[in-house]
T-cell receptor, first 114, second 113 residues
């Protein structure tokens, strides 16, 4: 398996634009997580899904952020409109689940909002 | 409630000397515990995991960690540091039916020649 695949690896966009980050989990994994990493806040869990259903989105910072998982092999994180303070590295991770299994992380998307 | 405390934000060692990265956790359940490593501009890679089997866990690259329930600790050690070990290390606890992960704030390991 190729692991968790995220795209794009880098994204530079202007403030106010819509940004969509994509994630393909490892085949057969049934839990998917979106994290944000910044120098100030470290790694923050934004949202996670189990069997394509959002379980906890309490980490989503604002209504500008939304995430979907239309099927077991694809998830998106959308920011609309984007702001400079959204600049961060966004990681997607998946687990075989449901318990006691490690998370496999993608390489991340480095987002810069100017 | 779950939480993870990494006691040192930065650790600096000389190459060839032992490494100790400290982690304490709180958990309402029997926890699963992990250490991840992140090299600069890279994703997170699993070093090792504890899931209620042996309390001394061996991982990749010569790292190991010991689960001590009485101390609620899961410290990461390596007998001899290598330059390639310079990275940031995260202690993680997971709980619950949906395998939710809680990350520590990270410890940056610097290895001096």
């Amino acid at each position: 398996d190729a692991g968790v695949i995220q795209s794009p690896r880098h994204e530079v966009t202007e403030m106010g634009q819509e940004v969509t980050l994509r994630c393909k989990p490892i085949s057969g994994h049934n839990s998917l997580f979106w994290y944000r990493q910044t120098m100030m806040r470290g790694l923050e869990l934004l949202i996670y899904f189990n069997n394509n259903v959002p379980i906890d989105d309490s980490g989503m910072p604002e209504d500008r952020f939304s995430a979907k998982m239309p099927n077991a092999s694809f998830s998106t994180l959308k920011i609309q409109p984007s702001e400079p303070r959204d600049s961060a590295v966004y990681f997607c991770a998946s687990t075989l689940g449901p318990t006691n299994t490690e998370a496999f992380f993608g390489q991340g998307t480095r987002l810069t909002v100017v | 409630a779950q939480s993870v405390t990494q006691l040192d934000s930065h650790v600096s060692v000389s190459e060839g000397t032992p490494v100790l990265l400290r982690c304490n956790y709180s958990s309402s359940y029997s926890p699963s515990l992990f250490w991840y490593v992140q090299h600069p501009n890279k994703g997170l890679q699993l070093l090792l995991k504890y899931t209620s089997a042996a309390t001394l866990v061996k991982g990749i690259n010569g790292f190991e960690a010991e689960f001590k329930k009485s101390e609620t600790s899961f410290h990461l050690t390596k007998p001899s540091a290598h330059m390639s070990d310079a990275a940031e290390y995260f202690c993680v606890v997971s709980e619950g039916n949906f395998n939710k992960f809680y990350f520590g704030s990270g410890t940056k390991l610097n290895v001096k020649p």
